[in-house]
């Protein structure tokens, strides 16, 4: 844990410290959760092993032909409802947009609540 090594011998001090994101260049897929409370009218997901950081996430909405933008949630969780009187409708089509601006697409057939998925894939 990087945190406790910089720390290390000197807990009663203050530090401060700066994060930043660097690429994992990982050589595995990017898993995706469907976070608790996810259905067809309210889709949240998480994103881990992703090798870039995400800048925005969204997902193909069919029947106003267009992708739309999740927002993400202060847990890192990213969500989107649908707009009134709809459902979204598997499978979920997600393209996620990295800082550097590449893209990653990928096709979810079944997206249930509590269950990690692999996108096949990763920036």
């Known amino acids: 844990d990087a945190y406790d090594t910089i720390t290390k011998d000197n807990s009663n001090e203050i530090f401060n410290i700066k994060w930043k994101w660097v690429n994992c260049d990982l050589r595995e897929t990017m898993l995706v959760e469907a976070v608790e409370g996810t259905n067809e009218y309210y889709i949240a997901a998480r994103f881990y092993k992703n090798n ?13 032909s267009e992708w739309r933008f999740l927002e993400r949630r ?3 969780a990213y969500f989107i409802q649908p707009l009134e009187g709809q459902v979204f409708g598997l499978p979920y089509n997600f393209r996620l947009t990295a800082v550097d601006g590449s893209q990653l697409k990928f ?17």
């Open 52 to 64: 870039k950081r995400i800048e925005k996430a969204e997902i193909y909405d069919d029947a106003q």
């Open 74 to 76: 202060n847990d890192g």
């Open 107 to 123: 096709k979810l057939k079944e997206f249930i609540a509590g269950n990690m998925y692999d996108s096949e894939d990763n920036f």
